[in-house]
């Protein structure tokens, strides 16, 4: 057992090396397909074959406030500056185990955003002066299709490849109170098609202690007014503990999350956005809960214990999530 451990924790630490090195700039945008939040640690493990999934998500992201004045000096320091008050992401997926070890899967999802504002800084007869700007950037978001294989498994562990693709089916047009069309990183949808690859590592440490690691690199395309979101790195750990026995319902399993998220700057035209690109790690405790064989909920808190940005950006409060999983 303690020889297994020693293997696992090397796997990790490898992972959490590879995404350090990638590290250069990040950003902390508002779209849901720029920055948003942790994304969950993927599991290795794949659906049966035959097995259908579906699931069921709402993320509330809260932002640090931004006061009218504070947000007139921003967009005085820095030409324009944007600030939404929170944020809600409602996100549907489904998954079709092909075989046993290979998995398909479709998501997408509809942003909402309260108190959008902007300030942007305009000069008239040689004077500077600030507009303050509001806009309802809510919508549909583009759509992601998904595959996991599993190449390994067996009593070291379960490992898997990750890869997918990002249709600009998203709502891109939004424009704000003076008919001026938001930046594709603060619409519901970019514009561009996206590409991400990752893999995946699970392993049952214990009878009731299981552990999740996965690292995946997206890569952004130019979208919508040649604006080209930055690419971006998650890596997590989770854990998973079952407090009551998995085979009878309700169960329950406590949960614990450390995630990393790398956003790289944007772009406009090859030129890279001033204000833009961060690192966020956060801390996440939930739990799942077991209601049947065939459905479960699942919830979180995410807390950033740091955060990092280039330029004049919005930070992020804390996150807050509920999940329902069906299987079929």
């Known amino acids: 057992m303690r020889k297994h451990s020693y293997s696992c924790w090397k796997i990790i630490l490898v992972c959490a090396i590879l995404t350090f090195t990638l590290i250069k700039n990040i950003e902390a945008n508002h779209g849901p397909g720029s920055g948003g939040g942790p994304v969950s640690t993927l599991p290795a493990l794949t659906s049966r074959a035959g097995s259908f999934n579906l699931s069921l998500n709402t993320r509330m992201t809260e932002l640090e406030s931004i006061s009218t004045r504070r947000l007139s000096d921003k967009g005085l320091k820095s030409g324009a500056f944007d600030a939404i008050d929170r944020t809600i992401l409602h996100s549907a997926g489904a998954t079709y185990g092909v075989t046993d070890d290979f998995e398909i899967g479709v998501s997408l999802g509809w942003f909402e955003s309260i108190n959008f504002r902007e300030s942007e800084l305009e000069i008239e007869d040689g004077e500077a002066e600030i507009a303050l700007l509001k806009a309802n950037p809510d919508g549909l978001t583009d759509t992601w299709l998904t595959g996991k294989y599993r190449f390994l498994r067996g009593p070291k562990g379960h490992y898997a490849f990750l890869l997918g ?18 930046e594709a990183v603060e619409q519901p949808g970019s514009g561009s098609f996206d590409y991400a690859t990752g893999v995946a590592y699970s392993r049952w440490l214990t009878k009731n202690w299981m552990l999740h690691s996965s690292i995946k690199y997206t890569l952004k395309t130019k979208g919508s007014r040649d604006y080209e979101v930055g690419d971006r790195i998650d890596w997590g750990v989770s854990n998973t503990y079952q407090l ?3 085979n009878k319902f309700p169960n329950f399993a406590a949960i614990g999350e450390f995630n990393l998220r790398q956003l790289f700057r944007d772009k406009v035209d090859g030129t890279d956005v001033r204000d833009s690109g961060s690192t966020t790690v956060f801390v996440s405790p939930g739990f799942n809960v077991g209601i049947t064989k065939n459905f479960g909920i699942n919830t979180s808190f995410s807390i950033p214990i740091y955060q990092k940005t280039l330029g004049r950006q919005q930070e992020t409060n804390y996150q807050a999530s509920v999940g329902f999983d069906f299987h079929f």
């Open 165 to 182: 693709v990002k249709f600009p089916t998203g709502r891109k047009s939004t424009q704000n109170n003076e008919g001026e069309q938001l």
């Open 244 to 246: 009551t026995p998995k």
